[in-house]
């Protein structure tokens, strides 16, 4: 890596060189991996490695465990800088997605996986750290919406090369896998050697960091983990088992959600920014409890794959409101606190992880609509603990004061 630089002192430096730009080529690399990775996996766990409903949770719940032992970023961020972790995560998650096809066993697949989840979510601990101690407070809402616009344009582009090459040129599993992961990686070393490394004047603190005033968002944190687990392991698999979607068909239903996100990330930023952080939460969770009540019913009344199609579109879009949440803990937390606090946020967010895709697995096996309606109560928790959010959130001000709460 290049020579340090202050982030408050990048001004010789020429665009493409400064912060901001790294964090736009990471939320770009990052995607192009683990998007055609989770693109492809169902088809592939499916069609290739036999799996059912059981194997699946197994698989995500080996894939969450490295999300719960995010707080050994702390450890590490005491022998290696956070901007050099976060790329050398990022290159970690590209060469085990690049490899995934070459084991298509139970075993195989779980030793990669786990692999690529230590990249993926220890990326994700520091990317999120770099991105709350760069960008201001009063800009952050925006910048991360265009972020998340960024690496949406970035997963566009790779499904239509999964479309593409599946229906048009025949692609097989490997040589998508091997590709995109391969750019993912070659990017993150590209990152690692040609940009300084940015110091910030505040010296993150390198120890376990749980504070009683936090308590509200890591409440939210570990029940957006637990519901977010479900959609992600059950609603694709429900594409592919229920309604027999292929490759092509299940990735152009991904396409639909990021052409959709490109768009409204951004103006999620300015919502969040101009409403605040507690109207937004209440927004995604209110709609998120219709979301999961309306899957349970596509498996009890048997409603059919448009709605199903339609539902799999309407999480995604609710899902982009979860920028709130990362900046409803920049306002409120210490600078000190980041680093340390976005890991054990993602231990916390993936205690849930552990068990629940397994356990559910098998609930899976006698009533999927079962499954959709413990997603539907755990966003209803959040809805009513983002209640609590203060309309002005900041240092001191964390959380509302439940007696005052209806009348704010």
Known sequence: MARSVSIFDVSGLPFWRKPIFLLFIMAVAMPIAFNVWSALLNNFVVEVADFDGSDIGLLHTV????????????????????????????????VAT?????????????????????GFHYFETVNQSLQLQWLSKEKAPQIIGWLVGAGSIATFFAYIGIIIGWQKLGLSFNFLYLSSGGLTALIAVFCLFFFPNFRTETKPTTKLVIRRRYWLYYALELLSGARRQIFVVFA????????????????????INLVINIFVAPLFGYFIAHFGERRALLIEY?????????????????????????????????????IALKTYFQKISSPEDIAPTAAVALSINHIAAIFLPVLLGLLWLVSPTIVFMVAAFLAFLSFLLALLVPKLPIDGNEILPIPKMYSK
């Open 236 to 255: 694709a698999f429900m594409m592919v088992e229920k309604f027999g979607f292929e490759v092509h068909q299940l990735t152009a239903l991904f396409l």
């Open 286 to 322: 209110s709609g998120l409890i219709f979301v999961f009540l309306a899957y349970g019913g596509i498996y009890l009344f048997d409603w059919g794959v448009v709605l199903a199609a339609t539902l799999f579109v309407l999480d995604h879009l609710f899902f982009g409101l979860r």
């Open 63 to 94: 894939r969450e465990v490295p999300g719960f032992l995010a707080i050994g970023v702390i450890l590490l961020i005491m022998v290696i800088k956070e901007q050099t972790l976060g790329l050398i995560s990022l290159a970690t998650l590209g």
């Open 98 to 118: 690049a490899i995934t096809a070459y084991f298509p066993s139970m075993t195989g697949l779980l030793i990669v996986t786990l692999i690529s989840s230590f």
